[in-house]
């Protein structure tokens, strides 16, 4: 075969070139897809009785998402695509005019851009008749696959993908428990000491979560939305915004997020901290700082101001309280350590080197705050559990443009997403899987 190109990385844009310069013909070759390939084909300037995709219609295919499966075929049926279906196919090939083509392991779905994939891209395989002439065969050994036994599939097949989604959920989730329990005694036997670490208490503080909650922990992973930019996403049956917990007196409740409120989020085991804007099926938003408005201390009103560092180190929360006055100087920086259960007050010292005082307007005689008083009254574990609970409030951000979509770079590529109770406030611990 004429020298290609090898790649290990995310295959995708080079398909797009692929598609959109085709002059003659694109015909694929996969067993697992979703929307992705009906979203890549669209790139194409050929009509689409030009285009063809071969696949592997039988739940046998082993295809853990088979509704996805199933609604891109529909998406690409209904876009005039031709499909055929090939029993036991496992090839992932993309041919264009009948020369160019890319072999690799890169299904053409959207989880796989965020796996570990490798590729070899061929500019002319011309030469290679054999290989060109089983493809060949393959697609007419493939039998036509209709829009009509697509829409059947989906309708009488609805119970089944509803019980098989949430079977493997529970599948997954005990998975990650045993794992974590496992993880957890390797890292005590290799430290040689019975405290549990920080990343310890958190994943037990997202373990306890997980026994009150009646649903499993949803699976997340980043992934590109509409083909243009990365997000968090989730299952399509998932929904961020609504979670099911157990209530003591045995019944099911249902705890609803606001829907594009910015809600505290804790990583684990990293520790770091955020606070993501929440879609239904995906995040797309996190901050870092806010400015959440005045609050009483110490008889005291300060403008409070949360920072979450991106590395933390001892804390992974920083509350800075400054006098809510119309002239003031000084201010307190309050340094705490979350571990998805509780607070823990790391430090709380001046924010400069300038005294803590105010004055309602320029005319009046500064009034000076005692620094050792004040950090006295900040970290009286009555007004930290009600500064925290104050500093995890939900908000509305209006200030988010296209070029802050960065959930991708905050969260894991591959995350279980568990909500934990803190006081009054709801907490997402996204573990990394």
Known sequence: MSTGKLL?????????????????SIRVFTPYLDSL???????????????????????????????????????????????????????????VDGKRLTVGSQNFTSYAR?????????????????????????????????????????????????????????VVARYEELLEEHQDRQRRLAIGVRNPSFTARLERAAATAQKRMAQAS?????????????????????DLTRWSINEADGSVGQVRLTKLYMHPVLLA????????????????YVRFSVDMGAFTVGGLRFNVSVRLPKKPDEANMEIVLRPAA????GGLTLRLAFDGAAFEVVSCQPVDANPIRYRDNYWLD??????????????????????TSFA????????????????AEFFPAHCTLTLVQVGERRVLIARAR
């Open 326 to 329: 119309e002239y003031a100087t």
């Open 218 to 238: 949803l699976r997340a992973w980043v992934d590109w939305t509409d083909g243009y930019y990365k997000a968090l996403v989730v299952d399509e049956y998932a």
């Open 269 to 284: 085991p990293s520790g770091r901290m955020g606070f993501a804007r929440l879609a239904m099926t995906r995040s797309t």
């Open 114 to 170: 965020g796996s570990r994939e490798t590729t070899a891209s061929f500019a002319s395989a011309g030469s290679e008749r054999d290989f060109l002439a089983e493809l060949d065969r393959w697609f007419a050994e493939s039998t036509m696959v209709d829009l009509a036994l697509v829409e059947a599939l989906l309708d009488g097949l609805k119970a089944e993908l509803e019980a098989e989604r949430d079977a493997h959920a529970l």
């Open 8 to 24: 290990a990385r995310d295959v995708y844009p080079g398909w797009k070139r692929m598609a959109a310069s085709a002059t003659e």
């Open 366 to 387: 500064w009034k000076a705050v005692d620094v050792d008083e004040l950090v006295a009254a900040v970290t009286d574990p009555a007004n930290v559990a009600s500064l």
């Open 37 to 95: 390939l009906a979203r890549l084909l669209a790139n194409a300037v050929i009509s689409t009785p030009q285009i063809s995709v071969v696949t592997d219609l039988s739940p046998n295919s082993g295809a853990l998402t088979y509704r996805r499966q199933l609604l891109g075929l529909r998406q690409l049926l209904t876009a005039g695509v031709e499909v055929r279906s090939l029993p036991r196919l496992h090839a992932k090939v993309m041919v």
């Open 392 to 407: 995890l409030q939900p908000f509305r951000y209006k200030e988010l443009g296209t070029h802050d979509k960065n959930a």
